[in-house]
């Protein structure tokens, strides 16, 4: 790292856990200190940046749902979405935006540009495309197309999900689909939940 440190930190947004009928968690940029303009060099290359920042998500337990680098000016802002079996808290998200910005700043993936980052947890608009996607939205009502005929979808409550299947309960149908089988998922937005309060969007316990 040259410089000293390039990371202007960022609060971390309110993230929802899985359990709690998840919003969108967006993670709002706080710096507005000025700093010296440099030369802008090439934009990091996202792949690189997973290098970096995937063993820091494995090790705290979390998964790297995303990266995106945008540009604003003579800054960078570095968007990472992150995810665990038991949602992404407030600290989880501050301890993750800690860790990794002392790995980016160790290493040359960002380049020398000063550039803000910001960690949030995905929202219910995040499609369901991996398995861990299905898992993790157990007792959520979706629509998924199917891949045979991308016009046709299904609607239902997602029961069991593995590796390789997942269950809906489709008007009291139960019935197994396989991955390929399906399309992308989302999951519909419900104001009343079985066995659940309303659907308000925030976090249990924030």
């Known amino acids: 790292m040259r410089g000293g440190p390039r990371h202007v930190p960022a609060r971390p947004g309110r993230a929802a856990g899985r359990g709690s009928g998840r919003k969108p968690g967006k993670t709002p940029a706080a710096d507005t200190t000025a700093k010296p303009e440099r030369p802008a060099g090439p934009a990091p290359e996202p792949d690189q940046i997973i290098k970096v920042a995937g063993p820091v998500m494995h090790a705290l337990g979390m998964d790297l749902e995303s990266?995106?680098?945008?540009?604003?000016?003579?800054?960078?802002?570095?968007?990472?979405?992150?995810?665990?079996?038991?949602?992404?808290?407030l600290d989880d998200a501050a301890q993750a935006s800690r860790e990794l910005s002392a790995k980016l700043d160790a290493s040359d993936v960002m380049g020398d540009l000063p550039y803000t980052l910001e960690v949030s947890?995905?929202?219910?608009?995040?499609?369901?495309?991996?398995?861990?996607?299905?898992?993790?939205?157990?007792?959520?009502?979706?629509?998924?197309?199917?891949?045979?005929?991308?016009?046709?979808?299904?609607?239902?409550?997602?029961?069991?999900?593995?590796?390789?299947?997942?269950?809906?309960?489709?008007?009291?149908?139960?019935?197994?689909?396989?991955?390929?089988?399906?399309?992308?998922?989302?999951?519909?937005?419900?104001?009343?939940r079985p066995n659940e309060g309303p659907d308000t969007g925030e976090p249990d316990g924030h």
């Open 67 to 89: 990266v995106k680098v945008t540009s604003a000016g003579r800054r960078r802002l570095l968007r990472i979405v992150v995810d665990s079996d038991h949602g992404v808290s």
């Open 121 to 192: 947890s995905p929202g219910v608009d995040r499609p369901l495309t991996q398995p861990r996607h299905w898992q993790r939205a157990l007792g959520r009502l979706v629509r998924v197309p199917l891949s045979e005929s991308p016009s046709d979808s299904v609607q239902g409550r997602v029961m069991e999900a593995d590796a390789t299947d997942v269950v809906l309960d489709i008007n009291g149908t139960r019935r197994r689909f396989s991955y390929p089988a399906l399309g992308a998922g989302k999951v519909q937005i419900e104001f009343d």
